[in-house]
């Protein structure tokens, strides 16, 4: 996988902590009839700042979504491209805890019938992540870039795991 526009990570959970959210969209690349839906809605729970946060994720970001079940520790879980600006997507938010989102297609999925080839998050990140934000943080942050000295470095180790 092309890891170039790789630019974030964000937390993301199902409402049943026993179950992987997102875990049956398949890869994007896969299909070209789009119309078989393989786009969806990644949520952002409201918060102070996350709609102007959300509106601001540049098109074709590749954001990496990092989740917990109850039993295990947080993983990568997917590699998912932003398919449109912020303005495309405004108009259909709603009021509401996860009224915000925006249109993600899948580009890397973890094989979640082997849980143990699923990467982790603090294994593979050599980061701690705040489990509570809604937001994407940049991988390009002074925390991670501590452990990984550029951003390059960080994306060629990921396109690693990821392939």
Partial sequence: MDCSRLEYIKNVNDDDD????????????????????????LNFKEGAGVDTHAFKLPKGSLIILSQKLREYERALTHVVELVNEGSEDKP???TGTWGIFRWVKVRWIADFTDVSRIPLDKKEMRAEWSCFDTKAKLLSSPSLMKQWGTIDELRAHLGEVFN
Wanted: glycine share 8%; net charge negative.
């Fill in 18 to 41: 026993k179950k992987w959210a997102y875990k049956s969209y398949p890869v994007g690349e896969a299909y070209k009839d789009y119309s078989i839906g393989d786009d969806f809605q």
């Fill in 92 to 94: 259909q938010w709603e």
